[in-house]
């Protein structure tokens, strides 16, 4: 799950970035109004945690802007000023939720995972492949009807094999699917997490296409 937040205060910025990513989401950090303009124009991100006052291009612009160009994409809007004519316009402008300024780490976290639950993929269906079975909705994975423990880096890279099975996905494409920008990526990060995934599920599920990637056969082994 990617996030793009979008914050101009690098002390709070820091502090919820590294809060997200502690939940199992990528951040993409954007500091001002325009970048976030840019990055929403260039990815399909899962959320947008959206200040308002910002420099170059306000929240509320920003906003706007991204319902202007049919961009679906579930917001939840940071206000530092609790006043009704402010949320009420936030929501009138396209957004799904706010949390006013000052909150606590862990009520973002869980808002930030009811919209994804109810934003954009109300019907997002289960995907199976033979024993495996991934409930989006629940992000939980079980085989041959037992629950299985995913680390939040071990499902992105199962759901993103299963969302393309029967096609090879890069370990560059898999890497943009788990980390933010700026985050230091370790070189054999996705082998280490297929390697895992290989031991907890099946050592067949994942296969090894060497030089080009991995994939998902589309039909069970
Ligand atoms: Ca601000």
């Known amino acids: 799950m990617k996030i793009l937040l979008v914050e101009d205060d690098r002390l709070l910025g820091d502090g919820i970035r590294a809060g997200l990513q502690q939940a199992g989401f990528a951040v993409d950090w954007a500091q001002d109004g325009r970048a976030a303009e840019l990055a929403l124009a260039d990815e399909a991100y899962d959320a947008v945690v959206l200040d308002l006052g910002l420099p170059r291009l306000s929240g509320m612009e920003v906003l706007a802007r991204a319902r202007a160009a049919r961009n679906a994409v579930p917001v939840l809007i940071l206000t530092a000023r609790d006043t009704v004519p402010d949320r009420i316009a936030g929501l009138d402008a396209g957004a799904d939720d706010y949390l006013v300024k000052p909150f606590d780490l862990g009520e973002l976290q869980a808002r930030l995972r009811a919209l ?14 033979g024993a495996l079975r991934l409930d989006p909705a629940a992000r939980s994975v079980s085989w041959a009807g037992r629950p299985v423990e995913l680390s939040a880096r071990e499902y992105a890279v199962l759901h993103a094999l299963l969302l393309n099975a029967g096609r090879v996905l890069s370990k560059a494409q898999l890497e943009e699917k788990l980390y933010g920008w700026g985050e230091e990526i370790e070189s054999n990060a996705v082998e280490v997490f297929v390697h895992h995934l290989r031991r907890k599920l099946a050592p067949e599920l994942i296969r090894t296409v060497r030089g080009v990637g991995y994939m998902i056969s589309r039909e069970p082994a």
């Open 116 to 129: 994804l639950r109810r934003g954009k993929n109300p019907a997002e269906p289960v995907l199976e492949r």
